[in-house]
C-alpha cells in the first residue's frame, strides 16, 4: 500500500512539473506592416485595417485606422486618422484629407488638405481634388455619390449631399451645400450651383452662378443656364436649351 503511495506521488509530481515547464504561450500581435509603410510619429498607433506597401505616411497618419488602405495611400500628417472606409490606391493624400472618412474612396481621390475629412459618401476615381496650393476642404462633409474627376477645387462639393455627376461641379465653392441631383459636365464656375434648389441635368449651369439658388419650384433642363449668372436665383423649372449667353444689363440672361 505504502509503495502505491509513493509511486502515486511521484506522478503527481512529474506530471506538475511537466506544467511547469510548458512553453508560454505568445499572444499575436498587430500585423507587421508592409514595406514603406507606418512611417513618422505614431503613424500606425492603434491601426486594425489592412495595409498595403507605401500607405500611412506621416505623423498619426493612419492612427486607430479601421479601413482598408491601399498602396501609396493616406500620405500626410492625420491624413486617414480615424478612417473606416475603403481607401484606393494613392488616395487620401495632404492634411486630414481623408481624417475620420467613413465612405469607399477610389483611386487618386480626396487630394488636398481636408479634401474628405468627415465624408461618408462614395467617391469615384480622381474625384474631390484641390487643383491648385492653399485650396482645400473639396469634399469635406460630404455625403453624396461623387463620379470620377467631379468636385475640383475649393470648396467645391463640401457639405455636398446629392449625387454628382462625372466631370462636374468645378470650381471654387461650385456645389457648395447642395442637395440636388446633378448630371455629368455640370456646374463649371466658382459658385456655379451653390445651394442650388433643383436637379441639374447634364452639360448646364457652367459659368460663375450660373445656377446659384436656382431651380426652387423645377429642375435645370439638358444644356441650359450656360453663362455667368445665367439662371441664378431662378426658381425654374427651365427647358432644355434655354437659358443660355452672357448677363444683360449686368444679370444673367434668366435671372429675376
Same mark, same amino acid.
Given at each position: 500500500m505504502a509503495h502505491q503511495s509513493r509511486t502515486l506521488i511521484a506522478l503527481l509530481l512529474t506530471l506538475g512539473l511537466a506544467v511547469l515547464?510548458? =512553453?508560454?504561450?505568445?499572444?499575436?500581435? +498587430? =500585423?507587421? +506592416? =508592409?514595406? #514603406?509603410?507606418?512611417?513618422? !510619429?505614431?503613424?500606425? !498607433? #492603434?491601426?486594425? #485595417?489592412?495595409?498595403? !506597401?507605401?500607405?500611412?505616411v506621416? +505623423?498619426?497618419?493612419? *492612427?486607430?485606422?479601421?479601413?482598408? /488602405?491601399?498602396?501609396?495611400?493616406?500620405h500626410g500628417?492625420?491624413?486617414?486618422?480615424?478612417? &473606416?472606409?475603403?481607401?484606393?490606391?494613392?488616395?487620401?493624400q495632404g492634411f486630414e484629407a481623408c481624417q475620420n472618412n467613413a465612405g469607399t474612396v477610389a483611386k487618386g481621390a480626396c487630394v488636398g488638405p481636408d479634401a474628405c475629412q468627415g465624408n461618408t459618401g462614395a467617391v469615384? *476615381?480622381?474625384?474631390?481634388?484641390?487643383?491648385?496650393?492653399?485650396?482645400?476642404? &473639396?469634399c469635406q462633409g460630404n455625403a453624396g455619390q461623387i463620379s470620377k474627376h467631379a468636385c475640383q477645387g @475649393?470648396?467645391?462639393? @463640401?457639405?455636398? *449631399?446629392?449625387s454628382v455627376g462625372e466631370n462636374s461641379c468645378v470650381g471654387t465653392v461650385a456645389c457648395h451645400d447642395n442637395s440636388s441631383?446633378?448630371?455629368?459636365?455640370?456646374?463649371h464656375g466658382t459658385a456655379a450651383c451653390e445651394n442650388v434648389q433643383g436637379n441639374v441635368s447634364a452639360g448646364s449651369c457652367n459659368g460663375n452662378a450660373a445656377c446659384a439658388f436656382a431651380g426652387a419650384? #423645377?429642375? /435645370?433642363? !439638358?444644356n441650359a443656364c450656360n453663362g455667368d449668372r445665367a439662371c441664378a436665383n431662378n426658381p425654374g423649372p427651365i427647358a432644355a436649351f434655354t437659358c443660355n449667353g452672357p448677363p444683360v444689363g449686368g444679370k444673367g440672361i434668366c435671372e429675376p
Open positions: 515547464f510548458l =512553453p508560454s504561450v505568445v499572444t499575436a500581435g +498587430p =500585423p507587421k +506592416p =508592409p514595406a #514603406g509603410s507606418c512611417i513618422g !510619429t505614431d503613424a500606425c !498607433t #492603434g491601426n486594425t #485595417g489592412s495595409l498595403q !506597401t507605401n500607405a500611412c506621416g +505623423p498619426f497618419a493612419c *492612427e486607430n485606422n479601421a479601413g482598408s /488602405i491601399n498602396k501609396d495611400a493616406c500628417d492625420v491624413s486617414c486618422q480615424l478612417n &473606416t472606409g475603403a481607401v484606393g490606391v494613392g488616395a487620401c469615384g *476615381e480622381g474625384a474631390c481634388i484641390s487643383v491648385s496650393p492653399g485650396n482645400s476642404a &473639396t @475649393f470648396s467645391a462639393c @463640401f457639405l455636398n *449631399e446629392g441631383a446633378i448630371a455629368k459636365n455640370s456646374c419650384d #423645377g429642375a /435645370i433642363g !439638358t
